[in-house]
Structure formats: structure tokens, C-alpha cells
């Protein structure tokens, strides 16, 4: 499967809106529609970017994320408290609960529309990082 950014989507939109085949604007009908497209990242730097710009805007992160204990993948809602080189610690809507996520388990990331704030006072608790 092929993952276009933003910019190269826009740009085939463009291109394709002066196409006289029905069929085909229909689907630049349907691209341009001002419902918001959820658009996921896969690539672990692209990863990483996202999830320091969602914590600098405080936004919350939908994650698909790898546990090798049970050798499965969730999806989960975070909201971030913290971004390290390896890992996040993240307040889990999931597990209504504070969690680690090592990042090179995140198979696949989305900013979310909500934010979120850090509860004052916050700090790790009983965490071990890098």
C-alpha cells in the first residue's frame, strides 16, 4: 500500500479536478469533502515528529501499539506527559491509567482534534527511563 503526504494528495486533487470522466470527479468530489480525513503516520522518524508536535500542542494521539507480552496489537488514546529519545509517558484512556509506550513499538500514529492538559503538580510516578 502507498501513504501519500499531505502536500502530494493536494496536489493530485488539483490535478485531477479538471478531469471530465464522472467517475473520476465524483472522487475529487469525495476527497474535497470538509469532512476531516484522519491521516496516520507509519515510519518511526515520522513517528517521533508527530508525537513531540502533538505534546508541544497538547493534542491527543491515537496509537497502534505492539505488546509482546500478549503478542498483540491495540489501539489506544494518549495524551502525552512526557517524550523521551525511546519511549512516552502518556496518561491512557484505554487503561484510565498513566503508561510507558516505547516508540518503536508504535506502528502507526494520528494527532486527534481534543486536548488535553497536564494535571499541575504532575510527576512520573515510579518510572525508569532509559
Given at each position: 500500500?502507498?501513504?501519500?503526504?499531505?502536500?502530494?494528495?493536494?496536489?493530485?486533487?488539483?490535478?485531477?479536478?479538471?478531469?471530465?470522466?464522472?467517475?473520476?470527479?465524483?472522487i475529487v468530489q469525495k476527497l474535497n469533502?470538509?469532512?476531516?480525513?484522519?491521516?496516520?503516520?507509519?515510519?518511526?522518524?515520522?513517528?517521533?515528529?508527530?508525537?513531540?508536535?502533538?505534546?508541544?500542542?497538547?493534542?491527543?494521539?491515537?496509537?497502534?501499539?505492539?505488546?509482546?507480552?500478549?503478542?498483540?496489537?491495540?489501539?489506544?488514546?494518549?495524551?502525552?506527559?512526557?517524550?523521551?529519545?525511546?519511549?512516552?509517558?502518556?496518561?491512557?484512556?484505554?487503561?484510565?491509567?498513566?503508561?510507558?509506550?516505547r516508540i518503536d513499538r508504535i506502528g502507526?500514529?494520528t494527532i486527534l482534534d481534543n486536548k488535553?492538559?497536564?494535571?499541575?503538580?504532575?510527576?512520573?510516578?515510579?518510572?525508569?527511563?532509559?
Amino acid at each position: 500500500m502507498v501513504y501519500l503526504t499531505k502536500e502530494e494528495a493536494h496536489k493530485i486533487v488539483k490535478e485531477l479536478a479538471g478531469n471530465k470522466d464522472k467517475e473520476v470527479r465524483r472522487i475529487v468530489q469525495k476527497l474535497n469533502s470538509p469532512e476531516k480525513r484522519t491521516i496516520y503516520v507509519r515510519g518511526k522518524p515520522e513517528i517521533k515528529r508527530l508525537l513531540r508536535k502533538a505534546f508541544k500542542e497538547r493534542s491527543q494521539v491515537k496509537i497502534r501499539y505492539y505488546s509482546p507480552h500478549s503478542d498483540e496489537n491495540t489501539t489506544r488514546i494518549v495524551d502525552i506527559y512526557q517524550v523521551h529519545n525511546d519511549c512516552i509517558t502518556t496518561l491512557c484512556h484505554l487503561r484510565e491509567e498513566e503508561r510507558i509506550f516505547r516508540i518503536d513499538r508504535i506502528g502507526s500514529a494520528t494527532i486527534l482534534d481534543n486536548k488535553y492538559k497536564i494535571p499541575k503538580g504532575w510527576e512520573p510516578e515510579n518510572i525508569i527511563l532509559n
